[in-house]
């Protein structure tokens, strides 16, 4: 099942600086192969729904083996199966009609 | 890794009422014999990622097996390392301190 | 304009233990008159929009006045016209299903 | 109180395509003046709390007049007091990292 999905970690107790993590996240994320999109609260992923979900819960593996002690993210994820969509669809999709 | 989660399933295209499809997706959440938490606006679900979200994923596959074409969930969810936490738990920490 | 909305609401930078803050912004929401509903991972609140976010811009106000330098909020809010509904009729809609 | 949200606004009850209604909301926050950016399933938004929060309610209502009876939203939000921050910096505070 193909999702695209758009995903927030929120490493916890490190600070109130938390781009380091969210670096971390970023390049787990990317190193999936998966497709991708950085925005400024969250990162848009496309792919199969086990791929993407293995991905975040290895950002969440990752920062606790580096010391984080709490991750709590936020995911919306979304599928259909009327006809292929993907990340730039979506967007194009609404652009057409601004 | 244990994770305590919560999760909204939002299918589109089934008209208004959507509480056929989220019963649907209650049972099988209950099925798989996780803790789960019914509230308003969603559902706490406590226990292992990778079953957390292979009960989530079949939420998603059944209702399009059922003819919803598009299915789009709103989730959190939280892991942590410095000790074990329940739904209970959580609740209770806040509750005491009211 | 009425809703239902649910609200977590994340202290960063106070240390893995948020329970305080949590309860500090129950305080708040409770203190409205609104009805809410408390669950692991969120506040279900129920009122009209303008009330509601109030509240929740409250709690991020008195959180930084406590001295916590950073908050995120995940929230869900759903309004409909087609009839009213309450947390209760939501939950009830469900549960009759199963 | 300045605030970086991310909202994702769904309607129910319309059909499988919500491409219109998702415009007709990328229109209104854009009208606002304030900093927006769309990404693939949401837009971030950048303002005071009020205003941003304004603007997400006038997508609701505004959705309602042209007659969709239930609307579903999905919002992050996030106050900070240590320093200002941009949309831009934020997503460069991490690219500088990768």
């Known amino acids: 099942m193909k999702v695209i999905a758009d995903v927030c970690i929120v490493p916890i107790g490190v600070g109130v600086s938390v781009s380091k993590e969210v670096a971390v996240c970023e ?5 999936t192969g998966l497709k991708t999109q950085l925005h400024a609260y ?3 992923i496309e ?5 993407v979900f293995a991905a975040v819960k290895k950002c969440h593996e990752t920062l606790h083996a580096l010391g984080v002690e709490r991750v709590s993210s936020s995911i919306r994820v979304g599928s259909r199966t009327d006809k292929p969509q993907t990340i730039e669809d979506k967007i194009r999709k609404v652009q057409e009609r601004l």
């Open 27 to 31: 390049r787990i994320l990317r190193e």
């Open 42 to 44: 969250g990162t848009n």
């Open 47 to 51: 792919g199969e729904w086990d791929e």
